[in-house]
């Protein structure tokens, strides 16, 4: 039983080592795999949205950092494409 | 973000635009690239939404980047509602429904897929000469070759031909 039990714990923390090369070539380098379980993984989601949804309206600051407008407010005469993104 | 821009560049007569500024995807405090150091992209993850501006116009003067602009608020509701982090393309209809869902970026992330959209229910057009010097968002290209978000979490990109 004991045997089982090591071959077991062998095997693995052979799949656990083998998971982290994978995700450490994968990301680029360890530090970058520990940023994207750390700090990546949390924020990335699938959602709910699907092709024919209502599109969820959502409140927005304006670039003058004053004049907020409701997302709805812009959709409507035409398509509106929506890019999401951020600087860095 | 150059992509997206020549794109606004063609459609803009016929289609809306809006780019919405969601919370940074490579701060200095979280997971930072090398290619941000590189670029001089070196922004802490904004604990205000003063700061998260300050940073949105610190983008679109270095770039001239041309599209209209909303910023998401500190509760990332915009983020949320839309899965967008770290960046993600949508078009609404003119009924207020999703015609067009992206993949989650930066690997999902196909310009090309609102163009052909767009062509599609415009016609393909193409100017010859853009009209910035905008070139990509950062948090477009987060790699020089390196992270790789893990399939399992990378959403399919749906299309629904235009009317």
């Known amino acids: 039983m004991k045997r089982l039990l090591k071959w077991v714990a062998?095997?693995?923390a052979v799949l656990l080592l083998a998971s982290f090369g994978v995700l450490c070539y994968m990301a680029g380098s360890p530090r970058d795999a520990y940023g994207m379980v750390r700090y990546a993984l949390p924020h990335m989601h699938r959602g709910t949205l699907k092709v024919g949804s209502d599109a969820p309206d959502v409140r927005l600051l304006g670039i003058d950092g004053t004049n907020h407008f409701h997302l709805r407010e812009r959709w409507g005469a035409r398509p509106l494409v929506l890019v999401f993104g951020s600087f860095t | 973000m150059g992509d997206i821009v020549q794109i606004y560049n063609d459609y803009k007569d016929h289609a809306d635009f809006l780019t919405v500024y969601v919370r940074e995807a490579h701060p200095t405090d979280e997971w930072q690239m090398k290619s941000n150091v590189k670029d001089d992209v070196c922004y802490a993850q904004p604990k205000t939404l003063e700061q998260r501006v300050a940073i949105a116009k610190d983008f679109t003067a270095r770039y001239k980047f041309p599209l209209p602009f909303g910023v998401d608020d500190m509760s990332n509701a915009a983020d949320s509602a839309y899965a967008a982090w770290p960046e993600r393309l949508y078009i609404i209809d003119e009924t207020g429904h999703i015609a067009y869902r992206g993949g989650m970026g930066p690997f999902n992330y196909k310009p090309a897929e609102v163009r052909d959209w767009l062509a599609a229910k415009y016609g393909?057009?193409?100017?010859?000469?853009?009209?910035?010097?905008?070139t990509p968002m950062a948090a477009a290209s987060p790699t020089t070759g390196s992270?790789?978000?893990?399939?399992?979490m990378n959403s399919p990109s749906?299309?629904?031909?235009?009317?």
């Open chain 2, 124 to 134: 393909a057009l193409k100017h010859e000469e853009p009209a910035t010097s905008a």
């Open chain 1, 10 to 12: 062998g095997v693995l």
């Open chain 2, 147 to 152: 992270a790789t978000a893990p399939s399992t």
């Open chain 2, 158 to 163: 749906t299309a629904r031909s235009p009317k």
